[in-house]
């Protein structure tokens, strides 16, 4: 491993270790177990349905075969992000949602967790499988040091190319760092795959410097060969109701953001909550609150429970953990103050039209808006002929490469909001775009 970076350190009291894992780690036995149950398909479903197309029956035969490292070589090759991914994925919707097995309703393979069993040896044991290319004298800057960016960098290094992460917040990571859910993931795990991942060389991280204010688009321009953007989203959108100022009134992103990584933060008081959103981050900031001990959590939504676009499996787990639920209601007003705070709802039809006379408030000394993040569309106007699509970043699907052609992009700033390893899928792709185009401006 590397020798330890200077934002290493986690902050020591985070509210997010009184969150317990969701998916621990399996035995060597059970791994072993596990691994001989796999039909080691041919064409297998699993790897069509992983963004990063790892070769997951040939990890698994690894590891049935005892050999970790070479089931961890596997994966770093595909996804060099697959010790985060092992534990964030949505494996329910993705390779084990794919499985053969479920035809046959028998349970789906492990796959995400036969995968952290084999990055977790690798991690443990310092073993690196890859090494910096021949230096090409092409230097590359990333804009944000999230999934998107490290991926990127790591196959720009793996190329001979010298990388430079700038990064506005303190820690690197993205939102495996500030915005997820501690019971999949907790900051020093994401911590500790960044240092891997740098473990390359080769690449720079410049932490507490936002492109746009402390260095201009123009400076990168002049200084580096291509630039990669990794923003990812904005801060929380508003619902643009009365009171949404008030203290007791959050963003989600926010909130998690806190809960993770801020020392000494703590919820003493709340004992009511309400989460406005459908989504996963509201599910996600829903269980985190229950499981921090808050009695009453409630979750509001303005359509039918069919309609959320949160994963299905991720709402019965927060039933179970006892989250309410309201449907066909939407936010009016916030009102009160930090001590006794409400929101005031009205019940709609299911076009969203108020049904006369049904107005009602839930009591709540914490309400938690998670209805979507903003773009940052307009971060990104000091580029010139950078085109967007609905707030995002417009890019090639094939090469990442925006409108201006010294500008590549990936993660949630180009797809509006996917999972870790969309961003990981997108950042490898963009390196190999940029290495074509430096390759065709030597
Ligand atoms: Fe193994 Fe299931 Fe993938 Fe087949 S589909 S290779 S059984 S994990």
């Not at 997951?56 to 089931?71: C, D, M, S, V, Y």
């Amino acid at each position: 491993m590397t020798a330890t970076p200077f934002w290493k350190e986690a902050p020591r009291e985070r509210l997010e270790q009184n969150i317990h894992e969701q998916k621990v780690a399996l035995s060597a036995t059970s791994a072993a177990s596990e691994a001989n149950r796999c039909l080691y398909c041919y064409d297998a479903p699993c790897v069509q349905a992983c963004p990063t197309a790892i070769n997951i029956p040939e990890f698994i035969r690894r590891i049935a075969n005892g050999n970790l490292a070479g089931a961890a070589k596997t994966i770093f090759e595909a996804n060099i992000l697959g010790h985060s991914c092992a534990r964030v994925c949505p494996v329910e919707v993705l390779c084990a949602g794919s499985c053969v097995f479920l035809e046959k309703d028998e349970p789906a393979i492990m796959i995400g967790r036969l995968q952290r069993h084999a990055t977790d040896h690798a991690l443990k044991n310092g073993l690196r499988f890859s090494a910096r290319g021949t230096d090409t004298g092409k230097r590359i800057a990333l804009i944000g040091a999230g999934p998107a960016s490290l991926a990127a960098a790591y196959n720009l290094s793996l190329r001979g190319h010298a990388c430079v992460i700038f990064e506005g917040r303190s820690m690197p990571g993205g939102l495996n760092t500030t915005g997820v859910a501690p019971y999949k993931l907790q900051t020093d795990v994401s911590l500790e795959e960044v240092d891997y991942i740098l473990g390359i060389g080769g690449i720079e991280v410049q932490a507490n410097t936002w492109i746009g204010r402390d260095i201009s688009f123009q400076a990168l321009e002049d200084e580096f060969d291509a630039i990669f953007i990794g923003v990812g989203l904005g801060p929380d959108s508003r619902l643009q109701i009365p009171g949404e100022n008030l203290p007791g009134s959050v963003g989600a992103v926010e909130l998690i953001e806190r809960i993770k990584n801020e020392n000494g933060f703590h919820l003493n008081g709340i004992d009511e909550a309400v989460v406005i959103g459908g989504g996963n981050t509201a599910i996600d900031i829903a269980r985190e609150l229950k499981q921090l001990g808050i009695d009453t959590v409630t979750m509001v939504y303005r359509r039918a429970e069919e309609s959320m676009s949160g994963y299905a499996h991720e709402l019965a787990q927060a039933k179970q953990e006892g989250v309410r639920l309201q449907f066909g209601a939407v936010p009016l007003a916030v009102e009160g103050d930090a001590k006794a705070a409400q929101l005031r709802c009205a019940k709609v039809d299911a076009l969203l039209q108020p049904i006369p006379g049904q107005i009602f408030s839930l009591p709540a000394t914490l309400i938690v808006r998670a209805t979507g993040q903003e773009k940052l569309q307009t971060l990104l106007m000091g580029i010139t002929g950078l085109e967007f699509y609905q707030g995002r970043v417009k890019v090639n699907p094939l090469t990442q490469q925006t409108s201006h052609p010294k500008y590549f992009a990936g993660g949630d700033c180009v797809n509006g909001g996917k999972e870790v390893v969309n961003a990981a899928a997108e950042g490898k792709r963009a390196a190999e775009g940029i290495h074509a185009y430096l390759t065709s401006h030597a």
